[in-house]
């Protein structure tokens, strides 16, 4: 049996954004720039590819919904990290939106990283290999709902 693979988790922002661009792409004519027919094929392939894209994640994704905030690493987390050489990373776990205006960096839970996290509890080690081919250890430090993390850093109190 296959394993169901999460859901696309993304904030409202995010999701509006994406639902910005989605319109924005059904609107737009298809490429005919004077390129030649070969690029305008190419060019529609991508636009298409996108459409596709943006379509199975605005209908799929879970929207601002917060997980469980029972310290389990999962799409919708702010997770806090510590590497072996000492260094810590915070970070959401979560669809990646290029125009996102947050402050938190966002792993995809497909990520090499994501991936090794998924499912991780306070104080588990994980390993997960990197382009280069070598492994990078990380201990899951914290794990937070994105709701509770941006309540705490708008200057409220946590719960």
């Known amino acids: 049996?296959?394993?169901?693979?999460?859901?696309?988790?993304?904030?409202?922002?995010?999701?509006?954004?994406?639902?910005a661009e989605l319109a924005d792409l059904r609107r737009a004519p298809g490429p005919g720039d004077g390129s030649g027919e070969q690029d305008r094929?190419?060019?529609?392939?991508?636009?298409?590819?996108?459409?596709?894209?943006?379509?199975?994640?605005l209908r799929n994704a879970v929207v601002g919904e917060d997980p469980p905030d029972d310290g389990v690493a999962e799409p919708g987390m702010v997770l806090t990290v510590r590497y072996?050489?000492?260094g810590t990373e915070t970070f959401l776990l979560g669809t990646r939106d290029e125009n996102g205006q947050d402050d938190l960096d966002v792993y995809s839970p497909e990520s090499p990283l994501g991936r090794a996290l998924h499912g991780a509890e306070p104080g588990e080690q994980r390993e997960y290999e990197v382009p280069n081919g070598s492994i990078v250890r990380v201990t899951l430090v914290d794990a937070r709902p994105y709701g509770h993390h941006r309540t705490v850093h708008n200057g409220q109190s946590g719960h």
């Open 84 to 86: 072996d050489d000492g």
């Open 41 to 57: 094929f190419v060019l529609d392939q991508h636009r298409q590819a996108r459409l596709r894209e943006l379509q199975y994640l």
């Open 1 to 19: 049996m296959t394993a169901t693979p999460p859901r696309p988790w993304l904030t409202p922002g995010a999701h509006a954004r994406l639902a």
